[in-house]
């Protein structure tokens, strides 16, 4: 029970229904259930780029490149659609997420045979892909009435009253979730970024570890680009501008150590899910947007304090005996 | 010798760490203008003395003592306050930073009114001080500009900036060329002129014999004797540094050694180890026995596919092997306990029961899929034989003491089935109950038929455990001896480059 308080998911969890509480004191149609569920419906995109995010983390690395990728992606399944509006929707997503993967490779494949720093790398990509979107668009916007009915309207689909968005999400988390605890490469990913040396020592190829970080973070960021455009109805050069930095953040909120090697799938969602509650009520309550980037900031911020102290293991060699010897 | 009044004295000082006392009642004294050689085997408590004369460590007891009055050093400022410092194997200096900045980082000079950084007066009296040494640097060059021997150079500029009176000179030739280590005994020579007391620590006999007045040496974290270097022979020394009292047991059993299992031939490595040679059997402890940089780990590393570019070559039950990475080794069967147990052996985030099957992750999950329940057993049935003490296998490895922790290293080897098993200094930092433990695990482990390589530079261990030694010195294999004709003088002999 001491555990589980002083978990920190648990913790996270309980800051984020505190927020709702004082949420629904200004106003309480926040929390109806159907509400609840569209804030998370919103926030799915959100949540997916932050598990792909965390598993590059995870490894060490950083991909400031996945909103360009949902940019560059968004706009050529926008642009397929347009011109070929018969193309079955599947084959249009499975183009984005193709194609999104192959960026990931790209930087996973810098980083890999290159040793090149992923922040030096993402940077760089980052602003090529959404340079090409430019090229392959000449700064044109491709809007709703361009796209088909189906291409729009899909992930709006609802099963039991849930949107696409949503359930794909939940797929998403479940995926992520079997693949970091279930699988060997999920384990080498933890392995690798904990410390790259013993992981090296033990057999696991590091480098290999972070090209599949990244190449996952690009497969995923690919689907993201549809879902992107689909919700928004409409593609052009600064599609998810900065949205990066959110998905890093909601990473960071949720626990998941920037130096690699730690972090859950739950504690990723949980961060992403309180950066989407922020994003949706302050509106509601009646706080400025322009606060929202600046409470979205003290919390990462503040986050990532809560987190150094929780690293920071004070008095490690003398405690540690002293638990022992009760244990 | 007329002898004047220490300028720094140590008097029963003793230091304990968890397990192990690494200082036990030792004594030793330092006279103004003349050269004390520290002299121990590895782990004989020369670096601890050193950390507690830096202020670094505080003793458990014992006084010292600075021209006569009893100090007491609470930090490395107390020490520097007095004028005690220490140059160290392997200087820490900052490669981004200029010649200046390295010498009078945390002491920088600055002007008397605003207190800002003086960098005009700080350059001059880097140049002052390098010309002093006869260093010939430009202040402002950065340091990763510089060859190793001129680093040494400004980490004795930076010693002499803080108007040294003890100078602790840490086996300051271990990195240098020929040439180099000519010009550091003309700089000792100026510090002795300057009536600077000079502690110098080597493994190296014709050094200490060339610029040393005095000697003392440790044993064991125990002060063994001092006196005249003039009176005291080369062999004199080695007897004092490892001829032992109580001899401890080693649980050797008697295996008999089967057909050759690894057989190295003329293995090389352009920079680290020349034309190695050995046959490993079933059955048997090869110990490797060297100092510290003798080239003995990046030999083990290279039969581990760490290093690359070495030629030669190396055979496993008579098939060519040609490895180019740790997983390639493992899945030959060569497994390497690395010495660096906390940054290389484990991963300390992770619970005991996932370290252990990490490196065969696929073999243990045939599915594909990772099982706890597969894992653990794995695990339970290694760490309960290496007798791993955690309350349960989900325990962290951070949670466990280093002993603890090195086991869960050999049982995630042991879980692979090797043929081969490498321990580099295995026995290396952990309290005498584990160390034990370990070379009790050794003796099992033959006797099921692995063959051990032991890399040690503790000489009990080496000998009490071995059936065979191979000496190394400067990266070459300079002796072969078997059990029959062991002798610590002979070995200790070989691996400080004397005897040929």
């Known amino acids: 029970m001491a555990n589980l308080l002083k978990n920190r998911e648990t913790q996270l969890a309980a800051v984020i229904v505190l927020m709702l509480v004082l949420i629904a004191f200004v106003n309480p149609d926040f929390i109806a259930p159907s509400n609840l569920l569209s804030v998370y419906t919103e926030s799915s995109i959100l949540i997916i780029l932050a598990l792909a995010q965390m598993l590059v983390v995870l490894t060490r690395c950083i991909d400031l490149s996945v909103a360009a990728n949902v940019a560059l992606t968004g706009m050529v399944v926008a642009m397929i659609n347009s011109q070929y509006p018969e193309l079955t929707l599947p084959l249009v997503i499975a183009a984005g997420v193709v194609l999104g993967t192959l960026l990931g490779m790209i930087n996973g494949l810098m980083v890999w045979k290159l040793g090149i720093p992923a922040i030096v790398v993402t940077l760089g990509t980052m602003s090529i892909y959404r340079g090409i979107v430019f090229l392959i668009s000449n700064g044109e916007w ?39 605890e279930k699988r060997p490469l999920g384990r080498e990913m933890y392995a690798a970024g904990n410390s790259p040396t013993a992981a090296f020592y033990t057999g696991i190829d590091v480098g290999r570890t972070q090209f599949w970080a990244f190449t996952i973070s690009g497969m995923l960021s690919g689907l993201c680009g549809y879902l992107w455009i689909s919700r928004y109805a409409v593609a052009y050069v600064d599609v998810a501008l900065g949205f990066e930095l959110q998905v ?65 293991k004070v008095g490690r060699i003398i405690l540690r005996k002293a638990t022992l010897a009760r244990g | 010798m ?54 670094i460590y505080q003793a458990d007891a014992g006084d010292i003592l600075f021209d006569g009055c009893r100090v007491h050093l609470s930090s490395p400022e107390d020490a520097r306050a007095l004028g005690v410092t220490a140059i160290h194997q392997e200087t820490v200096l900052f490669d981004e930073l200029s010649v200046t ?22 350059h001059e009296r880097a140049r002052e001080i390098l010309l002093d040494i006869e260093a010939p640097i430009d202040p402002k060059t950065r340091l990763k500009q510089l060859s190793i021997g001129q680093r040494h150079m400004v980490a004795i500029a930076r010693a002499l900036s803080f108007d040294a009176r003890v100078v602790i000179l840490d086996e300051p030739t271990a990195a240098l060329s020929h040439h180099e280590i000519e010009e550091l005994y003309e700089i000792v020579e100026r510090l002795k002129a300057q009536g600077c007391a000079i502690m110098f620590i080597s493994h190296k006999f014709d050094e200490i014999f060339r610029i040393a007045d005095y000697f ?57 180890f020349d034309n190695i040679s050995f046959d490993l059997r079933r059955g048997e402890i090869l110990g490797f026995y060297g100092l510290v940089g003798a080239g ?35 899945s030959e069967g060569i497994v390497y306990v690395p010495e660096e147990r906390q940054a290389q052996g484990t991963i300390l985030e992770l619970p005991i029961f996932q370290n252990i099957g990490l490196p065969q992750l696929s073999t243990i999950n045939s599915s594909g899929i990772l099982s706890t329940k597969a894992e653990y057993e794995v695990a339970d049935r290694y760490a309960t034989r290496l007798r791993v003490k955690a309350p349960t296998w989900h ?101 400080t480059g004397g005897g040929h």
């Not at chain 1, 989407?276 to 309550?285: D, E, K, Q, R, Y």
């Not at chain 2, 304990?16 to 590895?42: C, H, M, W």
């Not at chain 2, 125990?222 to 490892?242: A, K, N, P, T």
């Not at chain 2, 922790?405 to 090797?418: D, G």
Request: hydrophobic residues 45%.
């Open chain 2, 101 to 122: 900045e390295n010498i009078f980082a945390g002491h920088y000079l600055k002007k008397p009114k605003t207190g800002a950084l003086d960098w005009k007066r700080m």
């Open chain 1, 142 to 180: 491709v809007n709703s009435h361009e796209m088909s009915l189906a291409f729009i309207n899909t992930p709006r689909t609802e099963i039991f009253g849930v949107q696409g968005f949503a359930i794909i999400s939940l797929l998403i988390i479940a995926a992520i979730y079997i693949f970091t």
């Open chain 1, 248 to 312: 890093v953040a909601a990473c960071v909120i949720g626990g998941v150590s920037i130096m690699g090697g730690i972090g859950t799938v739950l504690g990723c969602v949980l961060g992403a899910l309180f950066l989407g509650v922020i994003n949706n009520a302050l509106p509601v309550i009646g706080i400025s947007p322009f606060w929202q980037m600046a409470i979205s900031g003290s919390v990462i911020v503040i986050a990532v304090i809560a987190n150094s102290r929780a690293e920071r």
């Open chain 2, 2 to 55: 007329h002898q004047p009044t220490p300028l720094l004295e140590l008097r029963g000082i003793s230091k304990t760490f968890p397990g192990v006392k690494a200082l036990d009642n030792v004594q030793l004294s330092l006279y103004p203008g003349r050269v004390t050689a520290l002299i121990g085997e590895n782990g004989a408590g020369k670096s601890t003395l050193v950390k507690t004369m830096t202020g």
């Open chain 2, 296 to 330: 003995r780990t990046e030999l083990m590393q290279a039969l581990f596919g760490v290093s690359k570019q070495i030629t030669g070559e190396v055979r496993l039950k008579g098939k060519l092997l040609k490895v180019s990475s740790p997983a390639e080794a493992i």
């Open chain 2, 395 to 495: 325990e962290k490895v951070e949670n466990l003491s280093g002993g603890n922790q090195q086991k869960v290293v050999i049982a995630k080897w042991l879980a692979t089935k090797p043929e081969v098993i490498i321990l580099d200094e295995p026995t290396k930092g952990i309290d005498i109950g584990s160390k034990a433990a370990v070379h009790e695990f050794m003796s099992e482990l033959v006797q099921e038929g692995l063959a051990v390589i032991m890399v040690s530079s503790e000489l009990p261990e080496v000998m009490g455990m071995s059936d065979r030694i191979v000496v190394m010195h400067e990266g070459l294999s300079v002796a072969e001896l078997n059990r029959a004709d062991f002798s610590a003088e002979a070995i200790v002999s070989a691996a």
């Open chain 2, 216 to 272: 003392t040496v440790f044993r064991d974290g125990q002060y063994i004797g001092q006196g005249g270097i003039e009176e005291v022979s080369e062999e004199e020394l080695v007897r004092m540094m490892v001829g032992r009292t109580v001899d401890q047991v080693f649980p050797k059993s008697e295996v008999d050694v089967g057909a050759v299992v690894l057989s190295v031939k003329n293995l090389s490595h352009p920079t680290e």
